[in-house]
């Protein structure tokens, strides 16, 4: 009797599944996406292929978007909502270029693009975003970002379905030494310009071995004191 | 103007059938220093007198991008110009968010005018007190409009508002039948030319000017102080320039001794073949 009105500490409840949707508003087009920060220059690259489920459904597709002079930003994972975002971001900033007679600087779109992000936290953009450029000192900084806005400055970051595989490869030829060891170091690389697209590239053609959703190219974007340069490399096709 | 019982509200008609208060913010238009605006087959420029309400403090900007392919000069309450220009910016960049075009003028124009509008027909608001020119590009070609705190718009060749705009419009009639055929430059001058008139004894200089363009395949700008000094200084020796050629011209002796009396006060020798410009006194 006593059974109907106390509960039963003992027996555990079978934990309540929430029920498979019909229909998803996401889908993962895929790609990967990576960003080297240096002294004077920043690299933002990202491969051109679109996927859905295991097909291709273009070999040519930006994954980059020039946002400011200054700023440029890649971003894999569901490009029709990462191409709301980019829309978005060009209309903010156009607002503030009315409002303050002067181009964002990286830190600012930075700050910006995380609070775009969180705004929609209980429906987010499925965009994972690396943000490249060269702060208002002319050094390069990379931010990189999770779904819903959370960010970091560092020295390079890799973001997408490639990610597990090139981040390891660029924390061995990267990674500075902790923050816990004084003098500190800044958190950007010793490498060249060029030696940083070098290795842009050897992590691409890598992870195309290995990531069926990396490949056909990679778009690389280098910015520095002289301006924007855009470089394109095959990758494997299959 | 005289005040009478009618003109207090702007929704009460007076007998006559006018609203006086539409009519008395258009006359704050006309209290503001001028703006004038003129167009080419490929340009538009906007030019305005800027006035400092003391020595001490800077002068008001009357000039405002839109948009990449769009500007306007202001004349009148140039704080109700300055949310006007912000509603502008929004429509711009909304119609460009969602269809990856520029936003037509003649289509910004009509949404300023109907905005103006709805002003005149609310009892808790009040027209705005803002006449605008608005210079802009779309696929039919450069177009300059101008808005009016009545809600009424319309498209110019050439035209100007504001203070003493009467004199720069005199010369804008003169003048505007060339101006469809003029470069860039030809264009500004023109513009310069006709602030000068409203300027009437003041010297024209970066100072108490400014200057805007917007033309095919170039984004609306407003030119900076430099390049608009250079622009000033270029009158003045394109002024001479016109006026030794007209002496020294190749045209027949008739037309020169027309064009001299014309000219004025100047020691011209006539007749004697071809005179040098040294010999006259420039």
Redesign the interface.
């Known amino acids: 009797m006593s059974m109907v009105f106390a509960p039963c500490l003992t027996e555990t409840t079978a934990p309540t599944t929430h029920a498979q949707p019909a229909w998803s508003p996401y889908d993962n087009n895929g790609g990967t996406c990576v960003a080297i920060a240096g002294e004077d220059y920043c690299v933002i690259a990202a491969d051109t292929r679109m996927s859905t489920g295991f097909s291709i459904l273009i070999r040519n597709y930006s994954k980059i978007h020039q946002i400011t002079e200054k700023s440029v930003l890649a971003s894999s994972g569901f490009q029709a909502d990462i191409r709301a975002l980019q829309?978005n971001l060009?209309?903010r900033h156009?607002?503030y270029q009315?409002q303050h007679n002067k181009q964002m600087s990286c830190p600012a779109m930075a700050q910006l693009l995380s609070n775009t992000l969180y705004y929609k936290r209980f429906f987010p953009y499925y965009a994972f975003n690396v943000l490249g450029g060269l702060d208002n000192e002319g050094r390069g900084c990379v931010y990189s970002y999770d779904a819903v806005g959370s960010y970091e400055r560092s020295g390079y970051s890799s973001q997408g379905t490639g990610m597990q595989l090139i981040m390891p490869v660029l924390d061995n030829q990267l990674k500075s030494a902790s923050p816990l060891v004084l003098p500190l170091q800044k958190s950007t690389t010793p490498l060249s310009e060029f030696e940083a697209v070098d290795l842009v590239k050897d992590t691409f053609a890598s992870a195309a071995e290995r990531d069926i959703y990396t490949g056909d190219a990679v778009e690389i974007v280098i910015i520095n004191r002289e301006g924007v340069r855009r470089e394109l490399m095959d990758l494997k096709r299959d | 103007m005289f005040r009478n019982q009618y003109d207090t509200d702007v929704t009460t008609w007076s007998p006559a059938g006018r609203l006086h208060q539409v009519e008395y913010a258009m006359e704050a238009v006309k209290q503001g220093s001028a703006a004038i605006g003129l167009r080419s087959k490929t340009h538009v420029v906007l030019a305005t007198v800027n006035k400092a309400s003391s020595e001490l403090s800077a002068h008001q900007k009357k000039l405002f991008k839109i948009d990449n392919h769009i500007g306007i000069a202001m004349a009148g309450l140039t704080a109700d110009g300055r949310v006007l220009s912000r509603y502008m910016r929004s429509e711009c960049i909304n119609h460009h968010f969602v269809f990856e075009s520029p936003l037509p003028v003649g289509r910004l124009v009509v949404q300023v005018a109907d905005k103006a509008q709805v002003c005149t027909q609310r009892s808790w608001k009040r027209p705005y007190g803002v006449g605008l020119l608005v210079a802009g590009l779309d696929e039919t070609g450069p177009h300059l409009y101008q808005n009016c705190p009545s809600g009424n718009y319309s498209e110019y060749q050439a035209f100007a508002i504001g203070s003493r705009s009467q004199a720069a419009k005199t010369y804008l009639e003169r003048k505007f039948e060339t101006f469809m055929e003029c470069t860039k430059e030809e264009l500004i001058r023109h513009a310069l030319f006709a602030v000068k008139e409203s300027l009437q004894e003041e010297e024209l200089s970066s100072g108490n000017c400014g200057v805007a363009v917007v033309g095919i395949d170039e984004p609306f700008v407003v030119l900076d102080p430099k390049t608009l000094q250079s622009y000033i200084e270029s009158l003045e020796t394109g002024k001479e320039e016109q006026q030794t050629m007209e002496e020294t011209g190749t045209d027949d002796r008739q037309s020169l001794q027309v064009q001299h009396e014309g000219t004025g006060s100047r020691g011209i020798s006539v007749g004697a073949g071809d005179d040098s410009p040294t010999d006259m006194e420039t």
């Open positions: 829309k060009d209309a156009q607002i009315h």
